[in-house]
């Protein structure tokens, strides 16, 4: 509580101590932190007072600061937990610490991106600090409360993280430092890869010299007297080195020799040696570049810069670039383009040329068109003199030619539209797919529906279930492509379907419905009376009276175009008569014979409710089915012989007429 409190007065009282503070020492700041070797003990004698920026994040609450900070960067080459103990020169001191996650990221992020964050610990507590197996937390904050030691993070590899250690001094100011180590995790930040040179290029008048290094390297390893290096032939003698990185950090991947005299054309070896310093150059963790090695050097005798290259040229191009082996100045590029003119099959216009330009200088030159190049063929970009006078001129003063050239080819766009032809027939249909193959297509990509995938240019596919099919077709020309999708329907579906009345009474007709579905060309009727029709929707057909009920059956048959049939039937039962009544007896002895009481003929009851009363008024049965029937028994057990009252309430189909009938029955066992 003491720590929120100290940060919550040094929020408002920030110019105590002088802290708060523009941080001006190297490693002070996030964009210079001190590069780290995982194998090393890092000793910091004194800590600055300066800083006070305030940290976002999880701790924010507590307003949290840069207080007094230190920062070292290093990236993780394996994966996997990250250990380390930061050790106060004074144990009463309280030591913080803050890790961040900066891959691709800006180190200055870390004040504004507060996704950046990876663990910390902000503790009250003095003491040692840091992360370790005994922390059971990646987020301490302020306060007595919370442990010295977080949990270790777990780092990925390839990733670059910034670590800040700062140094809480606002009630008891100190400049104390601490010593950093790294261990007890899983994970490793310790660079594996064996420092070396790369390569040397010379500069325009041949009195410096540009090394390249495989890695990051400690500037403080660097001989300023350049005799860390000499050059084979011995014509000129190196006389300095430098980096620009130097400047403002601790580490580079590039310098710069200076040479006591021009070097005159030719080839030479840059030898790396045992400087005035004692060392070559050295890594993150002090691991030298072999002395003796050395890379290759040409002098060339100063002649303009070609037209070099021309990065790959894509799908309809609508931007060229163009790249030199020497960089050219970005002043002698004329803005409107009119240094570079394009010709081939179709016109191109040129309308903008513009360098990457860093320092006033650019290796690339990009050419913007007035549109896409659609047409394939061959085409030829061309060096003029531009409005402002002169074509292009290299750092070395050069003009490259007029009339200089290079050739470049370009694909036709291409179409994935397709044709297709359905082939119908009853159980399967085959579709043929076919695509023109214009503009030099020579990759295809079906998606047919649920049958999978085919590269071929027309292929042909079956399909046993009908309806419609989503296909898509990607083509390609190695640079071009283009891709569609189109629904086909294959409705030679054939289903034959229709509804009738089931059950006829004899002064009913019967009505069809025909529900059948698919290209239908013919319909065949067979009434199962003699009967037949060829309508779609044939008209009401009556039925003959008979002395006792008689089942007809219906069938519908249906032909399409590819020739093919489906059969539909349905029975109807036509009655002997539809009068409805009650039966006045009957005799429930399981003989098959007026086993049951119901209303009899029911078919045309609507809404029907069916009561049966014993002589004492007591309800035995009760239906809104008439097919239902009462058996004569209650829960199974057999009433009494006699005289059952019933009452029956419907209304009729036809008529809509409500009905109430009231009767009685003789149950005779």
């Not at 009282?13 to 003990?41: E, K, L, R, W």
């Not at 394009?342 to 990009?366: F, M, Y």
Request: with cysteine; hydrophobic share 35%.
């Amino acid at each position: 509580m003491l720590k929120k409190l100290a940060f919550l007065f040094f929020g408002l009282f920030s110019f105590f101590y002088s802290i708060a503070q523009t941080c001006t020492t190297i490693g002070q700041n996030p964009s210079t932190a001190f590069p780290v070797c995982g194998t090393d003990t890092f000793s910091q004698a004194t800590v600055p007072y300066c800083g006070g920026k305030l940290i976002p994040g999880v701790c924010s609450q507590d307003g949290v600061t840069d207080i007094n900070p230190f920062w070292y960067k290093f990236t993780c080459f394996k994966a996997g937990t990250l250990g380390f103990l930061i050790t106060p020169n004074d144990l009463n001191d309280d030591y913080d610490w803050e890790l961040f996650d900066i891959t691709g990221a800006n180190p200055d992020d870390i004040y504004t991106n507060t996704s950046l964050f990876v663990a910390c610990n902000w503790s009250g507590n003095t003491g040692k600090t840091g992360a370790s197996a005994a922390g059971r937390s990646l987020q301490n904050c302020a306060g007595s409360s919370y442990p010295t030691f977080s949990a270790m993070p777990t780092l990925k590899v390839g990733h670059n993280y910034l670590l800040l250690i700062s140094h809480f001094t606002v009630f008891t100011p100190s400049q104390n430092g601490y010593q950093l180590s790294f261990g007890g995790g899983s994970a490793s930040i310790t660079d594996t890869l064996t420092p070396n040179l790369v390569n040397a290029t010379a500069s325009c008048d041949a009195t410096q010299i540009i090394i390249k290094l495989n890695k990051k390297m400690k500037c403080s390893s660097l001989a300023v007297d350049g005799s860390d290096f000499a050059i084979s032939p011995n014509v000129s003698t190196v006389s300095g080195a430098s980096s620009l990185s130097c400047s403002n950090g601790f580490d580079m991947d590039s310098l710069t020799l200076t040479v006591n005299n021009p070097l005159p054309p030719g080839s030479y070896s840059v030898i790396i040696k045992n400087g005035n310093d004692g060392n070559t150059l050295l890594d993150y963790c002090d691991r030298n570049i072999t002395a003796g090695n050395n890379v290759p050097l040409v002098v060339a005798p100063l002649a303009p810069t070609p037209m070099d290259s021309l990065t790959k040229v894509g799908c309809a191009p609508d931007t060229l670039q163009l790249v030199f082996k020497k960089n050219i100045k970005c002043n002698t590029i004329a803005n409107d383009g009119s240094d570079f003119i394009v010709t081939g099959p179709s016109v191109v216009n040129v309308v903008k040329a513009e360098g990457i330009c860093t320092n006033g200088l650019s290796k690339v030159i990009n050419i913007i068109l007035s549109g896409p190049i659609v047409t394939g063929g061959n085409y030829q970009i061309k060096l003029v003199r531009g409005t402002d006078g002169n074509t292009i001129i290299d750092e070395c003063g050069q003009e490259t030619p007029v009339g200089s050239f290079l050739n470049f080819i370009t694909k036709d766009t291409v179409s994935a539209d397709f044709n297709y032809t359905i082939f119908e027939a009853c159980k399967t249909d085959t579709v043929a797919f076919f695509h023109d193959g214009k503009n030099g297509v020579n990759q295809w990509t079906w998606q047919l529906d649920y049958l999978g995938i085919s590269h071929a240019q027309n292929p042909v596919a079956y399909f046993t279930a009908f309806g419609t099919k989503q296909i898509t077709l990607s083509v390609s020309n190695g640079v071009c492509s283009d891709s569609i999708t189109k629904t086909i329907n294959l409705d030679n579906a054939l289903n034959a379907s229709f509804e009738t009345n089931n059950i006829l009474c004899p002064e009913d007709t019967a009505t069809f419905i025909n529900n059948s579905i698919g290209n239908i060309t013919a319909y065949f009727w067979d009434f199962g009376n003699g009967n037949t029709s060829a309508a779609k929707d044939p008209p009401p057909l009556h039925y003959p009276i008979l002395s006792a009920e008689k089942i007809y059956t219906v069938r519908l048959i249906i032909k399409n175009s590819a020739g093919c049939y489906d059969t539909a039937a349905n029975d109807i039962k036509v009655l002997k008569s539809c009068y409805i009544a009650v039966p006045t007896a009957f005799t429930p002895n399981g003989d098959g014979l007026n086993d049951f009481l119901y209303p009899l003929n029911a078919f045309k009851a609507d809404n029907l409710q069916f009561s049966v009363y014993n002589r004492l008024g007591q309800r035995v049965f009760y239906t809104t089915d008439w097919a239902k029937k009462w058996d004569g028994t209650i829960d199974g057990n057999p009433q009494d012989a006699g005289i059952y009252v019933w009452t029956l309430k419907y209304i009729n189909h036809d008529t809509g007429k409500k009905i109430f009938q009231k009767g009685s029955s003789v149950l005779i066992r």
